[in-house]
């Protein structure tokens, strides 16, 4: 085998910023969007404890709020 077919093909992982702003992006351009954190996790393909490091993050920042239900969506849609 040559050098190439050992080579493995990693996909380059956003960085966290980027996907911070990434996310609070798309909540600004749908509003009205109120996810559970389960769905959060699965449209971005976080795992539950990177979800809520991001979850934490967005909602720290002001760019998020969580609702009665824990629904998580812009800070004006949930008010």
């Not at 077919?5 to 956003?14: D, G, K, N, T, Y």
């Not at 954190?37 to 539950?48: G, M, S, T, V």
Request: proline share 3%; hydrophobic share 45%; glycine share 8%.
């Amino acid at each position: 085998m040559g050098a190439f077919a050992l080579a493995r093909v990693v996909a380059r992982q956003p960085a966290r910023e980027d996907l911070i702003c990434t996310i609070a992006g798309e909540y600004r351009e749908m509003p009205g969007m109120r996810l559970t954190r389960f769905q959060f996790a699965r449209l971005w393909n976080l795992e539950a404890n990177l979800c809520e490091e991001i979850v934490g993050e967005l909602i720290a920042r002001g760019d998020l709020s969580e609702d009665d239900d824990g629904r998580i969506g812009s800070r004006c849609d949930v008010m």
